[in-house]
T-cell receptor
Framework: DGGITQSPKYLFRKEGQNVTLSCEQN?????MYWYRQDPGQGLRLIYYSQIVNDFQKGDIAEGYSVSREKKESFPLTVTSAQKNPTAFYLC???????????FGDGTRLSIL | QKEVEQDPGPLSVPEGAIVSLNCTYS??????FMWYRQYSRKGPELLMY????GNKEDGRFTAQVDKSSKYISLFIRDSQPSDSATYLCAMEYGNKLVFGAGTILRVKS
C-alpha cells in the first residue's frame, strides 16, 4: 500500500538532547512537509521541500533542522534549541506544492 | 486576527443528524479549499478538495464555498458515530497552506 510512514509513534527527549523523527513516503511525491500540531491550534508549518536536496523554512523553523537526500525520506531533527518541543509532529507529502497534501499518522514528542 | 477562523466545538449531535461545519477566512487570495478529518492520535485524512465557489458532493459529504462571503462549509448527512473526529479546514494560495484549528464533532448513537 502506498503511504507515508512516520516513526516512532512516541518519542521522549531529555533536556539538551537532539532527537530525529523519521518520515518515509512511497507515493513518488516530489514535495514533503513537516508540521507541528498543538492543542487548540491549527497545523503550523516547520519546513518543506519541493525537491531532493532543497528545503525551505516554514513559519516556525527555529530549533528544527531537516535534510532531503532522497526523494522518499524527509527526516526532522528537533534540536536542544527548541525550548518547547512537546507537540504532535505530522509529516505530509504531495505530488507538487500546488496539490493536496496527504499525511502520516504523526509522532508525539514529549519531554522527560 | 487569524487568517482562518474555525469554531473548536465540541459539536455534539445525535446519530442521523445533518452536521454543518464552518470556517471563515480573511485573505481573498485563497484559491483552493480543503476539508480534512482527523481521528484521535492519527494524521489528517483529506475528505474534500475544491477550488471554486459552489457545492461539491461526495457521498454523505458536501463542501460549499462562498468566496464573496469568505465562508466555507462542510455538510455531513445521516451522521454516524464513526464520523466522530476533529474536522480541519485548510486553504491554499501561492503554495502556502493555512489550517483552521479544527472542530471536534461527536455523534452519539
Amino acid at each position: 500500500d502506498g503511504g507515508i510512514t512516520q516513526s516512532p509513534k512516541y518519542l521522549f527527549r531529555k533536556e539538551g538532547q537532539n532527537v530525529t523523527l523519521s518520515c518515509e513516503q512511497n507515493l513518488n511525491h516530489d514535495a514533503m512537509y513537516w508540521y507541528r500540531q498543538d492543542p487548540g491550534q491549527g497545523l503550523r508549518l516547520i519546513y518543506y521541500s519541493q525537491i531532493v536536496n532543497d528545503f525551505q523554512k516554514g513559519d516556525i523553523a527555529e530549533g528544527y533542522s531537516v535534510s532531503r537526500e532522497k526523494k522518499e525520506s524527509f527526516p526532522l531533527t528537533v534540536t536542544s534549541a527548541q525550548k518547547n518541543p512537546t507537540a504532535f509532529y505530522l509529516c505530509a507529502s504531495s505530488p507538487d506544492t500546488d496539490q493536496p497534501q496527504h499525511f502520516g499518522d504523526g509522532t508525539r514528542l514529549s519531554i522527560l | 486576527q487569524k487568517e482562518v477562523e474555525q469554531d473548536p466545538g465540541p459539536l455534539s449531535v445525535p446519530e442521523g443528524a445533518i452536521v454543518s461545519l464552518n470556517c471563515t477566512y480573511s485573505n481573498s487570495a485563497f484559491q483552493y479549499f480543503m476539508w480534512y478529518r482527523q481521528y484521535s492520535r492519527k494524521g489528517p485524512e483529506l475528505l474534500m478538495y475544491t477550488y471554486s465557489s459552489g457545492n461539491k458532493e461526495d457521498g454523505r459529504f458536501t463542501a460549499q464555498v462562498d468566496k464573496s462571503s469568505k465562508y466555507i462549509s462542510l455538510f455531513i448527512r445521516d451522521s454516524q458515530p464513526s464520523d466522530s473526529a476533529t474536522y480541519l479546514c485548510a486553504m491554499e494560495y501561492g503554495n502556502k497552506l493555512v489550517f483552521g484549528a479544527g472542530t471536534i464533532l461527536r455523534v452519539k448513537s
